[in-house]
Every structure is written in structure tokens, then in C-alpha cells.
């Protein structure tokens, strides 16, 4: 029985194979690109779940109340952790947790490394396995260091590194370190990757801060004990906090903030391991969201979605072709299970031809999926026992879903209207024409984000940021030379250079350079019985020139000054903070006894990402802090030479550094790739959709000409004119598209403005937006219908009459 049926599905699909392979083409492209981009999803997911201590893993946050609303931040003061594991119960285990770029020496090798400094718990905290050297307290020793695998195979060859001596460069001082372990490299999944782990006493705040709390460099996880709830931990830290931060709290009142729902000016929180790499900090609130991955699953589910609308539509269209041939299996006896499988079997064979074809085109997509969303895609994940039954039953259903509609349909019929050749149900066209509505109209959505998300990204890549982000590069200071000796000689090296306009520093950056690497420093004090917040940017002479930031008010840093090394210039952002009527008469309180005299202000820029508001900042000449990045103006013309003869030069100072130079509109461009990468995603599954609709929409158009090629013939031979008759048959589908346009741009505009809600700076939305898309996807209709309209309109009614 089995055999017949396979037989028979095998025989119809290859009788109608124009549209066997239509179907097989939309369903294996569906399977393709929904593989790929489910797969990308479930790697995101999948993040940090790999930690055997996973569920008890909290980073810790806190919150304060201020007279504009509730703050949040992660970082702490060096005696927080080990005074919370002490004064706070539940704790089991804890470390602080600092991320830096470490330049580190062996024999003749200089690797600059990302560095974690942490505390001995780290690594029985977090699972990393020790495959070489000592496996518990790998860090208890503040000469000892733990190198990953990889960091290994750099560093040491294949020589053994445990007990090898390596030197670090911290803080301009040369400080050497014993390897103890040989650590596992971090999976792809983890939001925290490191080459190398120091005990976190030796970086450069620890000494300088080790007592204060007032000062917030670093990050602390907490692994809490058994059957303790973070909530419970929560709620316990409460005195501790009002402990602690006594001064901060009494400054929050005299503010005017207000008390949480719980009566407290500030509260520690636990954000759990698996939900750190979808926090967000932006606007003064933490949000865990997902939504990035679901809108990737979203965007596989409608191209699928819209395959399978395709696929039913075929279905039923072909229905009427096979009316006679059901009418006499069961005039010979066959059952309406019988013809359900039969029927559903075919639809089956279908499925797992494209099923096939589509795995196989997302292993051929999967080099150029990668380099166009910038990740990188393990299929791995879909061979794990539970993702295999997943994918089967899903398999199983969807097929019921898709092929077992049609086939309850036709194994329906009764066997007097199956062999007079109609259908009894009157609502066919009626589902046919939703599907259709709806397939267009998830293709409109798609094409309306792209053009939304194109306009946003364009307008944020040209707007002005207050600074000259063509003419300028930037590089990390890298190397061995404490930074103001590497700059004072980049300044010498390139002197004689006429393309060459400026040569400054600071200890950040503008935008995302190619290192990656991208922080905040902030500063809080009380200012004439008021609390102030700034942002600080430790700078070199010449920062504002180089940069051709807009001095508003005073003047700039002067090297013939000797006390501008006391001095601040402040945005007008931090003008404002301090109420001042003449900002340049103010003093801002200093580290000692001595404070610091305003002497400019500086028109806003943007410094930090462009979704957020540009928030107070401070600039110092700090000679006792490092700076991090060199900043090179050049001249427009001949950029190419310019960037050569910065890199020949940092290399003679620097000869064993990376020299990472880039623009600085490059680095904007880099704070933006999220936003990047979602336009491609979305303009990629719009062409996907609007093209599986397209396919749908030609098969509909041959099958309902087939069906009207007499009616066609008999209006030609009483005069109609081909306009008319292509008009006949294409107004139809072309209602159904102007529906799935009234239908979508509402959706669109709305999901387009909660989008748009995350960005400070960002444009209108316009109708025209959406106009272009719904026109778009008519013009597409029409170009796809005319093609078989027009043949069957142009053909001689002679040949379609002749058999009556």
C-alpha cells in the first residue's frame, strides 16, 4: 500500500512538475535562509548557558534615585566585593572583574592581549576548564597569571608554559608573572572572553583605591549559595548599602530624589549570567531585551510563512485538475483516510525534497551569510538531540498544516461533484485571496523597515558631530613607551610633514575603533550643596585644534601655562549641570585640597554613541594618567599617503604594535553595526519575501489562465482588445496587493516609531516611506503577472475554442 502511494505521488508531482518545481524552489529557498538565520538565533541565545554554576551567576548592578528618575550602573569601588561577601548572606563565591588590553612579553614576542583582572574565585566560578598547571586557585598568587590555550600556542609554541615567566605592562612598569594554568578558550557563546587572567591587585587603580568608595572602576559576579534566591539577596543588601554609600544616600535627599517603592535612595541588584549579553544601560535604566533575536527568528518564520502560503495556494489552484480522478477512487472504493494520505504523502515528498535542498543551500550561503551579518555560524547547535526531534515534529506538523489543508479538502468532495469537476466549497478563492493578502503585505512590512532603517542609518552616518570625524585617525597607544613619550615622538617623527595638520591624545576614543574597545569614565561630586555627574576625558595639548572642536567660551589648554596641568575646559552640557551664569568664574573640586579653575567651554559634540544624549563632560590634563589613543589630523588631500606616513611613523617609535589606525567617521561608523547589520537582514528577507510572493503570485496567474482560456477566447473573438483582457485578469491580484498595502503601512509605521523611540537624534517619519513600498510591491506584482497575462491575451482564440 505504502509502495502504491509513493508510486502514484511520485507519478502527479512529476505530471505537473512547471509546478512541482515551483514549489520545491520557494520551500528549499524558505528551508535555506530559515536554517541559517534560526540557527544565527539560537547561537545568540544560547550565550553564557554553558556555565555548570550558570543559575546561581549574577553580575551585580545599582541603582540610585535622582531628582530625575532612576540610574543604574555596574560599576563598583575596589572594597565592595570583598566587603559584601562578608556583610551580605548568600554569598558563596565572588570576584571583581576589569577588562583591559595588556601588552605582554616573552623572550622576543610582544602580544597585546585582552586582559581580565579577577580574583582567585574566578575560575570556580565561571567554567572555564584548567588543562594545564594547577586546576584550584589558579590565581592565588599575585605573581601568577592564567593564559587561554590559544594565548599559548602564541606565546610559548610548543613548549610547555606552566612555570614560564612572562612580563606584563602595567601602568608603564614592566611586571613579571608566572604562568600557573593553561585554561580552556573561551567558547564562542560567552559573553566574557579573555587571553589572559591577572590577579586583579595588580592593575593600576587597585593600590590607589583599595580603601575608597567613592571610586567605580570595575565590575563584580557573584555566585550565591544554594537554595538563596536573588531576590532574598537583594532585599538583604539593603543595610549594607545604606551603610556604605551613608554620604551618597544624604546627597540624594538634599537633591530632592525620591525613595523607591521600597523606601531606598539606592539598591544593589543581580542581573543573572545568561541575560548580560542583552543588558543595556542607555537612558538611566537596565534593559534585558531579546528583541534583535526575535526579530531574526520573526524575519525565518514569515519567508517561511510566505513559502508555505504559496504552497497551499498551488495546492487548491490545482485541486479542480484532479477532481475527476478523485471521483473515481471513490466510485472504486476508496476512503477518505486513503485519500488524505495519498494526497498529504505527495505534499510530504515534497517537503523533504526541499528540506534537503534547502540544508544544502544554507552549507553553500553560509561564507557569504557570515561576512554580510558579521558573525560567524556553527551548524552544530542543530545536531543536538533536542534540536533534531524539534526539528522533526516541526517538520511533521508543518507538513500536516500545509499539505494536510488541501488534502482534507479534495478527500472531502463528494463523489457526484468530484466527476462533474467542482468543488463544493465556496470559500476557496476567499482563502486564497487572504493568503495572498497576507504574504504581500509581510513583504510590504519588510520593504518599509529597510527603507526606515536605510534612512536612519544614513542620517546618523551624515550628521554633524560637532567634530571632524574625515580628517582625522586614530590608533591605541599600544606599545611599550609610557604614552606622552610616544606621542611627543609621533609629534617629531611626522613635524616635517605638510599633510600632516595635528598631532594630540586622550584616554578614549570617538566611535569604536579597530581594537574594539570603547568606555566611560565618570566623575560625581557636590557643587555648591548639589550633586554633579560628569563624564571625564583625560587629554594632551592640542585635542581641541586637532579635533576642530568649538571653543564658545574661554580658552584652550597652553603649554606656556604651567597651571592649565590644574585647569578643566566643560561642554556646554556640563555648563548647564552647574547653573553657573559664568561657568568660566567656577572652581570644580579636586581629588586634594587644591580645586580646578574652568577656563573654556566647549560647544556639545557628540562623544559617545549618537542614540544617546550628549551628556556633561570634563576635560583634564592628567600628566600622572595614561592616554590610550594618539589622534592624527590630515590634510584632504592625498589621505592614503597621510595614513601611510602616521603608520611608518608610530612604527618606528613602536616597532613590535599592531598599528590599528582609522578614521574616525569609520569609528562612528562601527558604534552603528547593530543597526547595520538589522537593515541587512531586513533588506535581505524583504527580496526574500517579495520574491517567494512573486513565485506564488506567477503560479496563480498560469493556473488561472489555464482555467480561463476559453472565456479569454471568447471575449477576443466578440472584440475585446488585449489591454482589456490583461486588464480582466491582473485587476484581481492587484486589489489583493493594494489591500496588503492598507493592511501593512499601518503595522510598518507603527513598529518604525516605537523602533525610532531608542534614538536621541532621528529622523521623521515620512509617508512617502511608505508609499515607495507599496508601490514597489504593485509595480513587482504587475511585472510578475503581465508576462503570462499578456501571452494568454495575445494568443489566437482559435486554438483555445477549437475542442468545443
Known sequence: MFKNYVKIALRNLWKNRVFTVIGILGLSVAFGVATLLTTESLQELSYDKFHANGN???????????????????????????????????????????????????????????????????????????????????????????????????????????????????????????????????????????????????????????????????????????????????????????????????????????????????????????????????????????????????????????????????????SAQRLREIGMRKTLGAQKNQLFFQFWGESLIVFLISITIGIVLSLLLKDGFETLFRTTVSFDILLSPKTIVFAVLFVLLISLLVGGYPAVLLSRLSTIRSLKGKLETSGKNRLRDALIVVQFGIAILLISGTFVLREQIDYMRNKDLGFNKEQVLSFPLNGKKNSYDAVKLLREELAGNPNILGVTASDNNLGRGKDGSQYSSVWGFDYKGKSVRTNTLIVDYDYIETLDLQLIEGRTFDKAREGDTRAVIINESMARALGEEDPLAAMLPGNDSLTSPIIGVLKDYIFQDISKAIEPLTLFLDREQGLTYAYVKVASSNMAKSFAAVETAYKSIEPNAEFLGSFLDENVDRTFRREKSMAALITSGSIIAILLSCIGLFAMSILITSQRTKEIGIRKVIGASVASVTYLITKDF????????????????????????????????????????????????????????????TANPVESLRDE
Request: proline residues 4%.
Open 56 to 318: 546561581a551567576l549574577f553580575k551585580v548592578y545599582i541603582t540610585w534615585q535622582t531628582p530625575e528618575g532612576t540610574e543604574v550602573g555596574t560599576s563598583q569601588p575596589t572594597p565592595f566585593a570583598e566587603a559584601l561577601s562578608t556583610e551580605v548572606p548568600g554569598a558563596d563565591k565572588i570576584t571583581r572583574f576589569l577588562e583591559e588590553e595588556a601588552l605582554t612579553m616573552y623572550n622576543d614576542k610582544e602580544l597585546g592581549l585582552d586582559a581580565i583582572y579577577a580574583d582567585s574565585d574566578f575560575f570556580e566560578m565561571f567554567s572555564f576548564p584548567i588543562v594545564q598547571g594547577t586546576k584550584n586557585n589558579a590565581l592565588a598568587d599575585v605573581s601568577s597569571v592564567v593564559i587561554a590555550k590559544n594565548t599559548a600556542v602564541k606565546l610559548f609554541g610548543e613548549e610547555n608554559p606552566v612555570g614560564k615567566t612572562v612580563t606584563v605592562l602595567i601602568n608603564g612598569t614592566n611586571e613579571p608573572f608566572i604562568v600557573s594554568a593553561v585554561s580552556e578558550n573561551a567558547p564562542e557563546q560567552s559573553s566574557i572572553e579573555f587571553d589572559i587572567v591577572l590577579p586583579f591587585q595588580k592593575n593600576r587603580n587597585y593600590e590607589p583605591t583599595k580603601e575608597l568608595w567613592n571610586a567605580q572602576y570595575h565590575e563584580v559576579y557573584v555566585q550565591l549559595q544554594e537554595q538563596v534566591l536573588p531576590k532574598t539577596f537583594e532585599e538583604n543588601s539593603r543595610s549594607f548599602t545604606n551603610l556604605h554609600y551613608e554620604g551618597a544616600v544624604e546627597s540624594l535627599k538634599r537633591d530632592g530624589a525620591q525613595p523607591n517603592a521600597h523606601g531606598n535612595f539606592m539598591q544593589l541588584g543581580l542581573l543573572p549570567i545568561k541575560d548580560v549579553r542583552f543588558a543595556s544601560y542607555d537612558e538611566g535604566y537596565l534593559e534585558v531585551s531579546r528583541s534583535k533575536v526575535y526579530i531574526v527568528l520573526g524575519v525565518a518564520f514569515l519567508i517561511l510563512f510566505i513559502a508555505c502560503v504559496n504552497f497551499i495556494n498551488m495546492s487548491i489552484a490545482k
Open 734 to 793: 492587484l486589489k489583493l496587493v493594494f489591500i496588503a498595502f492598507v493592511v501593512a503601512t499601518p503595522i510598518a509605521w507603527w513598529f518604525a516609531k516605537q523602533w525610532l523611540e531608542n534614538y536621541t537624534y532621528r529622523i521623521e517619519l515620512s509617508w512617502h516611506l511608505f508609499a515607495i513600498a507599496g508601490l514597489l510591491g504593485l509595480v513587482i506584482a504587475v511585472l510578475t503577472i503581465s508576462a503570462r497575462t499578456i501571452k494568454a491575451a
